[in-house]
């Protein structure tokens, strides 16, 4: 495991998506009541890219087909219920899941020190 800096802390915004490269990873930064959280930006439905989804109420929500994340644990909340932002009828959220279970997407440790945000990252 390697602590790598990936932003400053004044970067990292209330609600907002802040992306970075760490050992060749996309990484999702945003804080939650204040504190820093760090996520991948693969969504685990289609490996598609969550970086342009919408944060509220701590969690994201990936623009593809509408699963949700919490952005600090990575838990699912919702799953594929829309499709490239359009809601879908409940019937359909099996199509759109294509056969695939909720999983939760990774997370990382986020620590802010002397005005920078680390993450803890598994070895490359």
Known sequence: MQRIKVAGSSDVKEAQVHTVQANGQSVLLTRVQGKVCAISSKCTHMGLSMKKGKIVDGAIQCPW?????DVCTGK???WTNSFLGIPMPKFMHGMIAM???PAPVPTFTAVEEEGAVFID????
């Open 65 to 69: 087909h509408g699963s949700k994340f």
């Open 76 to 78: 699912n909340v919702n």
């Open 99 to 101: 056969g695939k279970k």
């Open 121 to 124: 990252m598994p070895d490359a």
